[in-house]
């Protein structure tokens, strides 16, 4: 037990050097994958048939190619085209078209899940298509899609791993180096533990996100504050 104490010591500086690079990778993706999902998503059920086949198109093609190759693409077949971005530009923008481009589909799902009825009720008061989704739709399929983008988001957590491919110091990285002097079960059995922790910190985040929007919408029951608040309400 000590000697795992001492090499957490030793180590720690470094695996916090890593740990911080895999929260800006997951920080950066998990945006911009928010972002494309909601652009791909809105686009897929729109009206304009030539909006729909771009977003089928972009969404295919992101889902259907490797994560690997499209970090390696970036990375090292961009700057042939004289565009040269840095390694964790490459990492982030990787992540958020790859789990963006699933997130559409999250999104898409969510949006032809709210009943028709609602849909025609906004038609019938001739709201803008803007104020619709805002005051109607959305609040709707926004509780629908998040269980959805939590699995996502926990999926991008471990994803983050594959930067060490483009060079990269992150967690993975700096794990590798670690299990040639601590050994493989403590340099990744610690790799674990933080790989864990981050990503319940953001299915924690998401799932309070999930809750207030069902109790937005009147779908969560609120809990009783106190015990005599219990026994008025069974009485």
Request: charged fraction near 15%; aromatic fraction near 10%.
């Amino acid at each position: 037990m000590s000697s795992l104490i001492d090499t957490l010591v030793t180590w720690w500086p470094r695996l916090w050097d890593g740990l911080l690079i895999t929260l800006q990778l997951s920080v950066g993706g998990a945006v911009l994958a928010f972002v494309v999902a909601i652009v791909l998503g809105l686009a897929s059920i729109s009206k304009v048939a030539v909006l729909r086949g771009i977003s089928r198109v972009i969404v295919e093609f992101f889902r259907g190619t490797s994560l690997v190759v499209q970090l390696f693409w970036f990375f090292y077949v961009m700057p042939q085209f004289g565009i040269e971005l840095g390694a964790a530009t490459c990492a982030i923008l990787a992540l958020g078209l790859n789990y963006g481009a699933y997130g559409a589909e999250v999104v898409r799902g969510s949006l032809n899940a709210v009943p028709e009825g609602q849909w025609e009720v906004t038609t019938a008061l001739s709201m803008p298509w803007a104020v619709q989704m805002r005051r109607v739709i959305w609040p709707q399929a926004w509780a629908l899609m998040l269980p959805g983008m939590n699995n996502l988001m926990v999926m991008l957590v471990k994803g983050t791993s594959l930067a060490l491919l483009v060079t990269l110091q992150d967690l993975t990285f700096v794990t590798d180096d670690m299990r040639r002097s601590a050994g493989t079960f403590v340099a990744f059995g610690i790799a674990l533990l933080l790989y864990y922790l981050v990503a319940l910190a953001f299915s924690t985040a998401l799932r309070w996100l999930e809750r207030r929007a069902q109790r937005r919408l009147g779908l969560r029951p609120t809990r009783a504050k106190t015990t005599k608040d219990v026994a008025e309400a069974v009485a």
